[in-house]
């Protein structure tokens, strides 16, 4: 059973990733969360996150800054502060940042997707 | 199957609750979503959140603007933009402002508890 804590988002270092920079403040590996995953990525506008999908998993993008879209066979919808995006379990979304980075929180949920994989 | 789908946080209204304001962007009667409940809540810090819990669901209190408090069994720790708490399910807590309002994100999952309670 995981501890109630109160986390320091800026005391959690950024990781890289293909398509920025990302953290996990709350999720299984960070403090044995069970169901909920939630953290920061930072979207570098040079390395858009390329089309994936994470069947049985959905996903929520809350915008904090900068701007960019989400996009879902060829159809782009726009981020930006005051946006929320939804993502179904399993559909196919590229992410990207223009302009600039953007940052955004994600929310996942569970934890792992059908096949098991936990990100 | 819930569609995907960008929402504007200020085209969502807030609604009245015991302990402040609150709207659900994300959630089953908001959007179809099946595991993820997410919106804002603004805290009053004339009524706090008194002690609940919800078995079975954990939570994530994602402090946007203000100060507050999360209180556990007497013991108080503190919330301000930068600290990200999280409830682990059936966890007694308060919740509440101190000075003025405190507005943070809350995320849910699963999107009831044990009992059947969607909240």
């Known amino acids: 059973m995981p501890e109630k804590n109160v986390f320091k988002i800026d ?11 990302s953290k996990v403040i709350v999720g299984p590996d960070a403090n044995g969360s069970e169901h909920l995953r939630a953290g920061i990525t930072e979207y570098d506008p040079e390395t858009p996150h390329e089309p994936h999908s994470h069947p049985g998993q959905e996903e929520i993008i ?3 800054s900068g701007e960019g879209y989400t996009e879902t066979h060829g159809v782009k919808m726009e981020l930006r502060p005051g946006l929320v995006a939804y993502i179904p379990s ?16 994600i929310m996942k949920s569970p934890v792992k997707d059908s096949s098991g994989v936990a990100s």
Request: no cysteine; proline share 3%; net charge negative.
């Open 62 to 64: 809350w915008v904090l």
């Open 90 to 105: 399993g559909m196919e979304h590229k992410t990207a940042a223009v302009g600039g980075k953007m940052t955004a929180i």
């Open 11 to 21: 005391e959690i270092p950024f990781q890289e990733v293909e398509w920025g920079t």
